[in-house]
């Protein structure tokens, strides 16, 4: 059984590792067809994909803090 941190450490990676997935997708599919919906979607993802990198690091280094 997973706990509280140990989850949250894996979905915050498993967000991370979505939203590039969902971006490099989106960036295809504007390579592709010429989708501008597939622009923004690759832009939105990529910039949410950032923004979670961020708070794992924060979160990380409020661990550090929290436990030692």
């Known amino acids: 059984m997973l706990g509280l941190k140990s989850f949250h450490i894996f979905f915050i ?10 971006g490099v997708w989106g960036y295809q599919r504007y390579t592709v067809a010429q ?3 597939g622009l923004a979607m690759a832009i939105i993802f ?6 979670l990198v961020l708070y794992a ?4 280094g409020k661990l550090k803090r929290l436990d030692g």
């Open 13 to 22: 990676c498993i967000s991370i590792l979505l939203c590039l997935l969902v």
């Open 35 to 37: 989708s501008t919906g």
């Open 46 to 51: 990529f910039l949410s994909g950032a923004a």
């Open 57 to 60: 690091f924060r979160y990380f």
